[in-house]
């Protein structure tokens, strides 16, 4: 299975972004989808997941209210649009697969993850 993020780039603070995860297995809506970020010098941290037929969402707390999660199964793909960025949201974003629940938030609960990709948002 491979999973592509794609939808990253820079952005001046306020404005918006809508990244996207494909994957490339028919078993996609098998699996809770998660999106981490990693800043430069920090640890990956959890942004949001969605459950398998996109009815439970759940968000970090840094992010509650601004970023909104959702899948399509017939395209295999998962989506996170983010609104009113900050610049504290610069990071590389990854989204990752897991058989867990959406309150599955450690890196290590996921099992296969995408390659990233960059967000910058400029002040």
């Known amino acids: 299975v491979q999973l592509q993020a794609s939808g990253g780039g820079l952005v001046q603070a306020g404005g918006s972004l809508r990244l996207s995860c494909a994957a490339s297995d028919h078993t996609f809506s098998s699996y809770t989808i998660g999106w981490f970020r990693q800043a430069p010098g920090k640890e990956r941290e959890f942004v949001s997941a969605i459950s398998r037929n996109g009815g439970i969402t759940f968000y970090a707390d840094s992010v509650k209210g601004r970023f909104t999660i959702s899948r399509d199964n017939a395209r295999n793909t998962v989506y996170l649009q983010m609104n009113s960025l900050k610049p504290e949201d610069t990071a590389v974003y990854y989204c990752?697969?897991?058989?867990?629940?959406?309150?599955?938030?450690?890196?290590?609960?996921?099992?296969?993850w995408g390659q990233g990709t960059q967000v910058t948002v400029s002040s």
């Open positions: 990752a697969r897991t058989t867990r629940e959406t309150t599955a938030t450690s890196p290590g609960q996921y099992d296969y």
